[in-house]
């Protein structure tokens, strides 16, 4: 119930249109409990009187149908038309202030919870934004889709349907019965005797259905983490031939929610026609005990058919609370995982902007130790310090797991170290925000990544406004320019795929260098970004480079020695530590890690090009 009150904080903003709406269906079901009135007047003023030949006249008790008698015309023989013609009109001004409040209410329960649900897509989306590298590090995307979809669908359903029908139903129920107990208290009660039943079952029924439905959501999440990383790696699977193995992986976890779907069924099979029992029971219960009363003249039949179409008005009420609690379940459990996301910590954002402010660049790690998760036993950085001048190039260098990129993690604050300090400029890290100080790296990643619209977009992704000049001269530093010219007839205005499909791996990276180049940073990131061209095309890319990042504090994390021999420093990583520094001929003249690595990497290159040649 916790998270049905979130749900109507959400609503609260605009809880007075709901307010309106239920205030609309209050009155519409008053005027709706007139509609009987005019049927047992029918029956009792007209028809028996015209069936006695006017020696049977009934005489009201209740204040509303003695209102409706004083504004038909006065009862004779003769004026039979004109009385039906009377009822007929009064029934059709009924029915038009019915569907004038049933439109007013409907509008706006629409209206408000569109309204509602676009906030909650826009909080959710934002939240989302705001959440630490950590979170999406062990939160599969495809259940974040889901819950961004499939549960928000759910909570608009509820609020657009049950939210303001609860209402409508109290209304309905409270209403029946209160003209129902105008005309026989007794009655009345008898018409109600099956609800603490029904109701109790209900409860009942709410409980292990929300059960039921929270497995299934579960199980709904594995099938569409499977289906995003089976479309997001179409590639792989094709070129592995794997297409049957992640048939047979989706057919298998579609069997799981299957089985949790077929437990739903289940649990409806019993409650449903057991509710339904239950309230056809109560229905024949009323129309026995009404024509009992009727036979011993303790009612008249005009009153005996109002009466039963006000039971039919109790009975409705009692037959849609199970749906109601149906939907209630399903809701629960969608803003139980919706708040799994909500209630998670936002990334900390304080700190100084220094708006226009930049970075000379001056780098400082003093003692810093980091772990990933608290649990973990062995840290991945243990008490590292190093110091980089402004405009310096440095290399990271080391095996896979030494904290090369952790290293540029700390830096982007995308995680906090455990111990020691790192300095920026003099300042302590943490006296930056991240919003500034991230705007003032720029990265290339090892996987580049790219968005599926133009080119052009792409390379201006960090500043949209850029003149296509801008975007030109960038292309070209990165050697993707001629490449976009000759191959795309659009050039710049090429659509890419869905991550820059239709790009070859090389073309991604060129691209994603271009990108940060044309971010004009402080400090610059190249985390393996030349790995996935040829040499030569490197040697072209770091030739152009070299003028671009002069004077700009440069990081670069490399395994192939050639891109990172020019470097002011090379840092040896392995195990969390630093093994080894100082320059390419400085680590060559030490029988240490580097020297291994580069004796590697010749003697490699020396066995190719004599395959070549003997070839």
């Avoid at 170290?417 to 500034?436: A, P, R, T």
Wanted: glycine fraction near 6%; include cysteine.
């Amino acid at each position: 119930m916790d998270y049905l009150k979130k749900l109507f904080q959400i609503l609260g903003k605009w809880k007075s249109f709901y307010i309106l709406s239920a205030v609309l269906l209050i009155i519409l079901t008053f005027v709706r409990m007139l509609e009987p009135k005019v049927l047992q007047i029918a029956v009792d003023k007209v028809i028996v009187y015209f069936q006695s030949d006017g020696k049977i006249t009934f005489i009201p008790e209740d204040f509303i149908t003695r209102f409706f008698y004083s504004i038909l015309p006065e009862l004779k023989m003769d004026n039979l038309q004109l009385i039906l013609i009377s009822l007929g009109i009064i029934l059709l001004v009924i029915s038009l202030l019915r569907g004038m409040f049933s439109f007013s209410a409907n509008a706006i329960t629409a209206s408000s919870t569109e309204k509602a649900t676009k906030n909650l897509r826009d909080r959710l989306f934002s939240h989302i934004q705001a959440l630490p590298i950590a979170y999406h590090s062990k939160t599969p995307t495809g259940e974040l889709i889901q819950r961004c979809t499939g549960d928000v669908e759910t909570i608009r359903k509820f609020a657009s349907m049950q939210v303001v029908e609860v209402v409508r139903l109290s209304a309905l129920f409270v209403g029946a019965f209160i003209m129902m107990a105008s005309i026989d208290l007794t009655y009345a009660f008898v018409s109600i005797v099956f609800v603490p039943v029904i109701l109790l079952g209900s409860i009942y029924y709410f409980k292990k259905e929300s059960v039921i439905w929270n497995e299934h959501e579960k199980e709904q999440d594995k099938l569409s983490i499977i289906v995003q990383e089976n479309l997001s790696g179409i590639r792989v699977v094709k070129a592995f031939a794997k297409e049957n193995f992640e048939i047979d992986k989706f057919t298998k976890q579609n069997e799981e929610k299957k089985k949790w779907g077929l437990k739903l069924v289940k649990l409806n099979r019993i409650y449903w026609p057991t509710s339904d029992v239950l309230v056809h029971t109560q229905i024949a219960l009323s129309i026995f005990f009404g024509g009992y009363l009727t036979l011993h003249n303790q009612l008249s039949i005009g009153e005996y058919t109002a009466f039963y179409s006000y039971s039919m008005f109790v009975t409705w009420p009692m037959r849609r609370i199970g749906q109601i609690v149906s939907e209630m379940g399903m809701a629960t459990i969608a803003m139980k995982r919706l708040f799994s996301i909500l209630d998670t910590e936002q990334e900390d954002y304080s700190g100084k902007k220094f708006e226009g402010n930049k970075l000379d660049g001056n780098i400082e790690f003093k003692d810093v130790s980091f772990k990933y998760e608290e649990s973990e036993k062995h840290r991945v950085l243990n008490n590292i310090s190093f110091k980089v001048k402004a405009g310096e190039k440095i290399a990271l260098l080391g095996p896979t797991g030494a904290g090369k990129t952790t290293i540029i993690s700390l830096l982007m604050r995308f995680f906090e170290s455990d111990s020691g300090d790192i300095l920026i400029d003099g300042k302590k890290i943490q006296s930056y925000s991240k919003e500034y100080l991230r705007s003032r790296f720029g990265v290339v990643l090892q996987k580049p990544f790219l968005f599926s619209t133009t080119i052009k977009d792409n390379i201006a992704y960090a500043n949209p406004d850029s003149h296509i000049d801008e975007v030109i001269e960038a292309s070209r530093a990165a050697k993707i320019h001629d490449i976009i010219e000759e191959v795309f007839p659009d050039s710049y205005e090429t659509i890419l795929g869905e991550k820059g499909v239709t790009l070859s791996g090389g073309q991604k990276q060129r691209v994603t260098i271009a990108r940060t180049l044309l971010k004009d940073p402080d400090i610059l990131i190249f985390d393996d970004s030349t790995s996935a061209v040829d040499s030569e095309t490197e040697f072209e890319i770091q030739k152009a480079l070299r003028k671009i990042i002069k004077g700009k504090t440069t990081f670069i994390i490399a395994h192939r020695l050639t891109s990172i021999q020019d470097c002011d420093r090379i840092i040896v990583l392995d195990k969390g530590n630093i093994i080894e520094e100082g320059t390419h001929e400085e680590l060559l003249m030490h029988n240490g890690f580097y020297k291994k690595i580069y004796d590697i990497q010749v003697s490699v290159e020396d066995e190719i090009r004599a395959e070549t040649v003997n070839s």
